[in-house]
């Protein structure tokens, strides 16, 4: 099954486009020096409207991501879990050590990989395969590759389709690289939920640096700092207090789901 992408206004994606125009671009190819598989990240949130008067004071100091002559390439996630929601679970719980795994689609490159997130003592650690496409039951040498990272083996099912849209900025001084997602889709089963107003900054930083231009914005617009990954937020949208507890994450939600409503 594949994520279909929430239908964005032409006029916006225009001065969206318009404004990364002002940037200089950057290659995959260029790119290779921030790869930052392992390293901290800072996540922020805030409306689209707010994208659109943070991007004029961020182009002096960014390159941004050009792929396929697009700066904002489209991205397909298959996440998955066991049956008892282990992955999320240990995220609510607050475990220091946990993983996330999914299959994630580069759109407009057509390239598939599994990737498994590590999250220890603060620092994020990605591992990743080329697959071969979105595998809902994992082939033996993808899982091998799973067990080998997770250490040990579990009975994996997909629990969530994701889909959104990224810019990708890259700092011209700093080994840092910034994420700007918005037109987000979460969808299982034909329950679909869309967050087209919110967008989720993810600052990505070889070591924590409060003095980055972007985390220095952010201060200024008094957005402050919040954990709360999109496989978490998707997994209470789609499944609820039915399937899952989230009395941790409850506060957190109704601030991503009061950026998206306030926005419209």
Known sequence: MKTNFVNFDLTYMNLIHELLQSFSPISLQ????????NRVDTKFAFTLTELDTLLPSLCDFYHVLTVEETTT??????????????????????????????????????????????????RTDKKRIVTDQFNEVLPESD???????LQANKNLVPTMWNSFQ??????KTENER???????LFEKDGVKKSFKQL???????????????????MKEQRIRPYRLS??????????????????RFKKKLLYLKKINHDAI
């Open 73 to 122: 390439p489209h991205y397909e996630s298959l996440y998955f879990d066991d049956e008892r929601f282990s992955f999320f679970k240990d995220h609510h719980n607050s475990k220091g050590n946990r993983f996330k795994v999914r299959i994630r689609k580069y759109v407009e490159s057509n390239l598939f990989f599994l990737e498994v997130k590590h999250k220890i003592k603060g």
């Open 199 to 217: 967008v989720i900054a993810e600052l990505k930083q070889e070591d924590l640096n409060r003095n980055s231009v972007f985390y220095q914005l």
């Open 166 to 171: 990224r810019i990708t900025l890259v700092s």
């Open 30 to 37: 260029e790119m290779e020096r921030v790869k930052l598989m």
């Open 230 to 247: 999109k496989y978490c937020l998707g997994s209470m949208e789609i499944y609820g207090e039915d399937k899952l507890k989230f009395n």
């Open 143 to 149: 899982l091998a590759f799973v067990h080998k990272e």
């Open 178 to 184: 910034l994420t700007l997602d918005f037109n987000i």
